[in-house]
């Protein structure tokens, strides 16, 4: 469905190592299929209630958890999303084992970096400000940012904008009520319609090449699309 044959023959050798901040619900990091995935932060020693190196979050060995701000990134179900996004990305390949992500050969470690949790999904803007400060102060390079609000908040925007990092962030899966794609050109949702160059919005497609009926879209705030319905990838235990 994209072609990913084609783009590893083409840039699939290398060893150049890539952190991917996933600011999500959390990751389940023993997953036999993400293994080896997985950033750990090796300035960290395990379990010994001190910041080791010394960057304020005391035992973030697997990341942190800024919706309860603690290290316990992952929480069980409720982390499905984070454990989804994660293997799509970098499943560990040529393993024997579920699926392979899209980049290839341990090229991208998964930085857990877990801002949604509860029943709903949801989290705080404050909390996604500190993720991503995190996220970029510990090496990630790209930020997957899968999460939408109607609210304009220019402390996010700010925050974004600040950033080196680059953020992929989903056009998101529009109106509540219909469940229709809604043109966010004309009803922003964000970050997605941030005009910033370091955002690339992406819509989300059927496996035939079709805007899935779901999807947001629009000619200026979106970037590209991706297959993004009946995706098979890692979950919870």
Known sequence: DINVTEAWGKYGGGTRAVIVAMIDTGIDYSHEDLTGAVWINED???GNGIDDDGNGYIDDVYGW???K???QVYQGLEDGRGTHGAGTIAAV???G???AGIVPGGRVRIMTVKTLGG???GGSTSALIRAIRYAEDNGAMICNLSLISTADDRILYEAIADSNMLFIVAAGNGDAETGIGVNIDETP???AAYDLDNIISVANIRCDGSLDIS???GARSVDLAAPGSYILSTTPN
Do not use: K
Request: aromatic share 16%; net charge negative.
């Open 44 to 46: 960290e020693i395990p």
């Open 65 to 67: 958890n800024f919706y």
């Open 69 to 71: 701000g603690n290290n």
């Open 93 to 95: 390949s040529d393993n």
């Open 97 to 99: 084992q579920g699926i």
């Open 119 to 121: 029943a709903d999904g």
């Open 189 to 191: 949702c964000y970050p």
């Open 215 to 217: 999807s947001n879209y």
